[in-house]
């Protein structure tokens, strides 16, 4: 029996067709299948499209009842109220820039207030100009040991030192700095000067400063290793009026950093100027200040390893100082007792100016006075050194011209500290690590010191000043402990024992002077 074309397709093939060839029957059944399932999808799709069909008549139905006839393409139509609020914030969002641009432009060009360990500072937004407050308060104890009955060894409390002052500068290259002292119940100008530095090579100071010569002097007056300044700072003047010279100069290669009218920083240095002349240990134009002849004072510093790769020599300096004046029978006034030389810690008159030989009526300046300073220090991590000699020449006449002496008075002063803690040790204070704050488990630094320092006064002098009440020869050793709280607060503690040649009235030598001293020092 033959099958067609359309029962091949259809799977409509004879049942005994189908029995002989099982695979016929399994492709027929396959066929049938697929037809019920396609029959059975449509069924399925003309229920959903109805179901459509009637949610549409349903919709229009309902936008009938609400007269809503929606139109996709056209714009919504903008709220009023969004529309307002929308403004403004964009005008609050513009303001605000605007703000800020103003804000920006003013900090270009405010003051800049500061309050440090450095004090209290206003500088401009340019740095060319600033004005800086600051002070410095030292507060003394002084104890004798062994003090002889009668003697003029006086325990006592002194306040060495309470001093405000103003510095700043304007135009950049303008400095100027205003002390004044009120320590120890009198009031007495310290520094008061012009620093005019458009050079670094080339800088003039004007007014009262520091003579350039003792670099123990020179030294900041809160940042020495001791209580008190040893013997070669007695015999230069102390401050001045006059008009200085000062230049600076960076090692080979390097750049100069201007670092004020005395300078430890740069690779060389110089100073010299004229001044009115104080005589020795003289604060106060002592006798020179109505004088026509001036004193000329300079200073040549050198730090010959600067930068030089030698780490153990970076920290080592070295110089010279000298001055010269030739006063003609300047009358000397000893009523202040300025000039009178000190023992170092104890501050106890030693020789005495006011104490005239018997038959010498007073004392005058007539001839040429010099002096000449060689000063060295080296510094490297917690060691110190530090020392320097004095020799200073003047010729003295007495007793209205009758006495005519040279005197030659000379002093030297060796001196040796080490930070315990480990911090560096500087020519100027040592800075803590951290703070003390025993909360913490932090205590500051802690520096150990030593010197050795001693005082010659020629021999001469004894033909106007009597033998009894001052000294020929003071040699002086001194430890102390200087503990830094932080970097404004320093707790010191010196001893010092000085033995001295002549100076008692027996004729003998004047007793051992045994003084311990502390300090509490605060500045800012």
Do not use: C
């Amino acid at each position: 029996m033959k099958v067609n074309k359309t029962d091949r397709i259809t799977g409509n093939y004879p049942q005994g067709e189908l029995m002989k060839n099982p695979n016929r029957l399994l492709l027929t059944a396959a066929i049938h299948g697929l037809l019920a399932a396609a029959s059975l999808d449509t069924a399925f799709a003309d229920a959903k499209d109805q179901k459509i069909d009637l949610l549409e008549k349903r919709l229009r139905l309902l936008e009938e009842r609400l007269n809503v006839t929606p139109n996709l393409n056209a714009p919504s139509k903008p709220d009023p109220v969004v529309q307002a609020l929308d403004q403004k914030v964009k005008i609050l969002e513009r303001q605000n820039e605007v703000n800020k641009e103003i804000a920006l432009e003013a900090s270009k060009t405010a003051p800049k207030l500061d309050v440090s360990n450095k004090g209290i500072s206003f500088t401009s937004a340019d740095g060319d100009h600033s004005v800086r407050l600051r002070g410095s308060i030292q507060g003394d104890e002084r104890f004798f040991i062994d003090d002889p009955s009668g003697s003029a060894l006086n325990n006592r409390f002194d306040l060495r030192q309470a001093r405000l002052w103003l510095e700043g500068r304007f135009w950049k290259y303008n400095d100027f700095k205003l002390m004044p002292d009120f320590g120890n119940g009198k009031t007495l100008l310290a520094d008061a000067y012009i620093d005019l530095h458009y050079w670094n090579s080339a800088a003039l100071t004007v007014g009262r400063q520091k003579t350039p010569l003792s670099l123990e002097r020179l030294q900041g007056d809160t940042d020495g290793t001791f209580v008190e300044r040893a013997y070669p700072t007695y015999l230069a003047s102390n401050r001045d009026n006059g008009i200085k010279l000062h230049g600076s100069f960076g090692a080979p290669g390097q750049k100069t950093e201007y670092a004020g009218p005395i300078d430890f920083k740069n690779f060389a240095t110089y100073e010299v100027g004229v001044f009115n002349g104080g005589g020795d240990n003289g604060a106060e134009d002592s006798y020179k200040a109505v004088a026509d002849n001036k004193e000329v004072a300079g200073r040549l510093w050198l730090h010959p390893f600067q930068n030089s790769g030698i780490n153990a020599l970076e920290g080592f300096g070295a110089g010279v100082a000298a001055s010269y004046v030739q006063p003609q029978n300047d009358s000397l006034s000893f009523a202040s007792g300025a000039l009178n030389l000190k023992s170092a810690i104890g501050q106890n008159t030693i020789v005495d100016y006011t104490k005239l030989k018997t038959g010498v009526s007073g004392i005058a300046a007539d001839g040429e006075h010099y002096r000449i300073y060689p000063q060295a220090y080296w510094y490297k991590g917690p060691y110190g050194l530090m020392g320097e000699y004095v020799l200073s020449s003047q010729q003295l006449t007495g007793d209205a011209g009758r006495t005519h002496i040279k005197q030659d008075n000379s002093a030297w002063q060796i001196q040796a500290s080490y930070v315990l803690t480990g911090e560096n040790n500087t020519f100027q204070s040592v800075k803590p690590r951290a703070a003390f704050n025993p909360s913490k488990g932090q205590w500051g630094a802690l520096q150990f010191a030593a010197r050795w320092s001693e005082l010659s006064v020629d021999k001469n002098t004894f033909q106007l000043l009597s033998a009894s009440n001052s000294v020929s020869q003071a040699t002086a050793w001194a430890v102390g402990f200087n503990w830094y709280l932080n970097n404004n607060t320093r707790l010191m503690a010196d001893y010092e024992d000085t033995r001295f040649t002549g100076g008692a009235a027996s004729g003998g030598n004047r007793p051992e002077e045994k003084a311990f001293a502390t300090r509490l020092q605060f500045v800012f």
